[in-house]
Nanobody, 128 residues
């Protein structure tokens, strides 16, 4: 079973940037689709983006398109979420999650999947 751990959160002023990391261990990272999610205080968790196990397909939520970038390097068992032009409404706990991807789904990812393995989250606060 894959374990994932997030890192890189912190306090940043509006317009600033942060890069979050999601690092996997305990199983072959290459076999898993990875998703990023966030939860703001008092709100439901929402999907931010995902990347396929093959590294070739990425999706981002409309609210972060043009500002966030997802990248992945299976050799490093890591997925990154580069967050630029941050807004106060981006504040929340950011989680990465993983789900096993069968070979025929290696180029797919979905923001609606039921991810199985979740990290503990990292806090992102955007404030002046």
């Amino acid at each position: 079973q894959l374990q994932v751990v997030e890192s890189g959160g912190g306090l940043v002023p509006p317009g600033g940037s942060l890069r979050l990391s999601c690092t996997g261990s305990g199983n072959t990272f290459d076999y898993y689709t990875i998703g990023w999610f966030r939860q703001a205080p008092g709100k439901e968790r929402e999907a931010v983006g995902c990347v396929s196990s093959s590294e070739q397909r990425r999706k981002l939520a409309d609210s972060v398109k043009g500002r966030f970038i997802i990248s992945r390097e299976n050799g490093a068992s890591t997925v990154w979420l580069q967050m630029n032009k941050l807004k106060p409404e981006d504040t929340g706990i950011y989680y990465c999650a993983a789900i096993f991807a069968p070979y025929h789904e290696r180029h797919l990812c979905s923001l609606d999947q039921s991810y199985a393995h979740w990290g503990q989250g990292t806090q992102v606060t955007v404030a002046s």
